[in-house]
């Protein structure tokens, strides 16, 4: 990254796609593809970043455009008093004759630092593609009547806006701490599991504020609450959790508080994640590691043969939401998902990443989704289909070593 400002210019939406008035020949490819075709580059939607006011009124297009299977709810209100939207996609067989029991539901979040643009964009992308597969591919149609997603593309909807008027690279809610020129707490530090605040608590004007105590934020509290009173009181269970962050390429999984403990579900959440991997590869040729949240988060330095000294942690990794679905809310499968790309513009990301990028996490979240569902046995891959646990099995052969995937 040469020019900085530069850089950041380039990330906003171009004069070419911004019109003072609305035309009468838009389309319905205004907001995205034709049903049944995945989003491309010739998509207005997913050609730039998008602020607020357009996504928001884009979830009510898709709840009114797709009323049989998408439901827009908010799970809270925000600091500065905005609503916290999220798309319910999902459909419930009435054809079952099983007994029905509490619905599984995958939670796909992203937004949770607001500079983190790319993560938003990301789960728009996949919620679109989803919704608009269903009844035209038996894969997207059966993911949907197995479980309901929740996806929500900002769980920090203050601090994005924040971004697209203020500054570029802010990370933090806008939430006012006791210094009055420092505001914001880092919504991924707030979590109750594991909180360790006092490293930063005596200075609120770090970028990894994480309160005076857990869940002192906002955002996050109302998130947990939500979660929580959709297990206790509407016949929820909470199976899967994808929290989507940028940059580094990387799936991480719990815990992200500490390098030493480790999740009961190791195994599982290792294979899980290294076939996500293999899914994201087969798509684009991108190398996503895989490694744990807290060694996701340390520096390495390459000493030769194999052998790494880990730099120490810049940050502390407590009270992320990563770690409280993973043990508070009993999620067997947890994942941060780190996007593109691995540092050569970072947060900056260009918007000719939007669907590249969108397409790998479709890849990895449909993986996600059929491995959960235990349907291994689809090994077909189409055009508009992609690669199942089993179909990934008489694909290429990849060496999975020191975090990284090759062939």
Not at 150 to 165: Q, R
Not at 282 to 296: I, P
Request: some cysteine; proline content about 6%.
């Amino acid at each position: 990254m040469h020019d900085l400002a530069q850089t950041i210019f380039e990330s906003y939406p171009s004069a070419a796609f911004i019109e003072t008035e609305p035309s009468a020949a838009h389309t319905y490819r205004d907001v995205g593809p034709l049903p049944g075709k995945m989003p491309d580059e010739t998509n207005i939607f997913f050609q730039q970043y998008q602020p607020l006011s357009v996504i928001h009124p884009w979830m009510r297009l898709m709840q009114s455009l797709f009323p049989s299977h998408v439901r827009l709810i908010n799970i809270g209100i925000t600091y500065e008093g905005r609503d916290l939207p999220a798309l319910r996609v999902g459909v419930h067989p009435r054809n079952s004759e099983k007994p029905t029991g509490a619905r599984k539901t995958i939670i796909v979040a992203g937004g949770s630092h607001a500079r983190e643009w790319i993560s938003t964009s990301t789960v728009n992308y996949v919620a679109f593609s989803m919704i608009t597969a269903y009844g035209k591919s038996k894969r997207m149609t059966s993911l949907l009547e197995h479980f309901d997603w929740v996806f929500i593309p900002s769980l920090n909807p203050d601090g994005y806006v924040f971004t697209w008027e203020t500054d570029r690279l802010w990370r933090k809610n806008r939430q006012q701490t006791n210094l009055r020129f420092c505001k914001g707490l880092d919504l991924d530090r707030t979590y109750g599991y594991e909180w360790d605040g006092h490293a930063t608590k005596s200075n609120p004007c770090s970028e990894s504020f994480s309160g005076e105590g857990p869940f002192q934020a906002v955002e996050s509290s109302r998130f947990a609450k939500w979660a929580k009173n959709e297990t206790e009181h509407n016949n929820v269970h909470f199976v899967g959790f994808l929290d989507l962050h940028s940059y580094s390429q990387q799936i991480l999984y719990p815990y992200s508080y500490s390098c030493t403990s480790e999740p009961p579900s190791l195994e599982n959440l290792e294979e899980l994640a290294m076939g996500m991997a293999k899914a994201i590869h087969q798509t684009k040729g991108e190398k996503y590691g895989v490694t744990s949240a807290c060694e996701g988060s340390v520096g390495t330095h390459n000493k030769g043969k194999n052998e790494y000294d880990l730099w120490p942690r810049i940050e502390t990794g407590g009270g992320s939401a990563l770690d409280w679905f993973y043990e508070e809310m009993n999620v067997t499968y947890a994942y941060q998902l780190k996007l593109r790309d691995t540092g050569s513009y970072g947060f900056l990301l260009p918007s000719k990443n939007i669907v590249p990028t969108g397409k790998e996490a479709f890849a990895a979240i449909t993986y996600f989704g059929t491995y959960l569902s235990g349907d291994k046995g689809i090994e077909s891959v189409g055009d508009n289909e992609l690669p199942t646990p089993a179909g990934m099995q008489k694909a290429n052969t990849f060496r999975y070593q020191d975090g990284n995937l090759s062939k």
